[in-house]
């Protein structure tokens, strides 16, 4: 049975950190690009970081480059995100999510619809 738990989500004040985890079981992650993804009230959901599977190659949308960072212990099955210096605009549901034949590398953000299982998401709340 394939599952994507996740975990670390919480209430922080702006500039501040976070680190989320990802534990997954039912697939070998090595061979799964996994991506991390928010949801706004409102908006849609968007891609934050994605870490391609093999090398581990990762990748970040714009508005995160130079504060998240994406990570990956294949031993643990788990799949982290670094989250620093949390802006209120961060504020989301945070998803996870595994993807098969899905690429990600520097070049390439998959859109959610290539994901093919996902978590059922924590809350991260940037506030005063």
């Known amino acids: 049975q394939v599952q994507l738990v996740e975990s670390g989500g919480g209430v922080v004040q702006p500039g501040g950190s976070l680190r989320l985890s990802c534990t997954v079981s039912?697939?070998?992650?090595?061979?799964?690009?996994i991506a991390w993804f928010r949801q706004a009230p409102g908006k849609e959901r968007e891609g934050v970081s994605c870490?391609?599977?093999?090398?581990?190659?990762?990748n970040y949308t714009d508005s995160v480059k130079g504060r998240f960072t994406i990570s990956k212990d294949d031993a643990k099955n788990t799949v982290y995100l670094q989250m620093n210096n949390l802006k209120a605009e961060d504020t989301a549901v945070y998803y996870c999510?595994?993807?098969?034949?899905?690429?990600?590398?520097?070049?390439?953000?998959?859109?959610?619809?290539?994901?093919?299982?996902w978590g059922k998401g924590t809350l991260v709340t940037v506030s005063s």
């Open positions: 039912g697939f070998t992650l090595r061979y799964y690009a």
């Open positions: 870490i391609s599977s093999g090398d581990g190659v990762p």
């Open positions: 999510a595994n993807g098969r034949n899905t690429l990600c590398n520097g070049n390439y953000f998959p859109p959610p619809h290539r994901m093919d299982y």
